[in-house]
């Protein structure tokens, strides 16, 4: 298997997870990213999804281009992503920011920096 993928069964999909997520789950900010997290199963891969508020971004162009680029961040930094939420968990990222980002590498800092505030 691919280190850097994003496979399926690593996609949040489906109306119990994603019920169970907000039931459940807890919540964590730091700067323009809030996640939901709630552990999954003892040996099951993480399951992760990606949400940008309509509210924020009326444009489903640009609601559609974070959400690739808050994938594709996820999917280059899984390993850091995994120390820092844990690797049986359920877990959806979302975009808090009204401000849109204009590159790939305003994303992958914010997360970057996410996932090294919550390791503290």
């Not at 919540?27 to 990213?33: A, V």
């Not at 120390?83 to 994303?107: Q, T």
């Amino acid at each position: 298997m691919k280190t850097q993928g994003y496979p399926k069964h690593e996609k949040l999909k489906g109306k119990d997870d994603t019920a169970l997520l907000f039931k459940k789950g807890k919540w964590f900010s730091h700067g323009t990213l809030r996640i939901v997290f709630v552990k999954h199963g003892a040996e099951s891969s993480p399951k992760f999804g990606v949400s940008v508020a309509k509210k924020l971004y009326k444009k489903a162009v640009d609601r559609n281009r974070i959400k690739r680029l808050l994938r594709e961040v996820y999917r280059l930094n899984k390993d850091l992503y995994k120390d820092a939420f844990g690797n049986n968990k359920i877990a959806m990222l979302f975009y808090i920011s009204p401000e849109k980002p204009l590159h790939y590498a305003e994303i992958e800092k914010a997360f970057l920096e996410f996932c090294e505030a919550r390791k503290k």
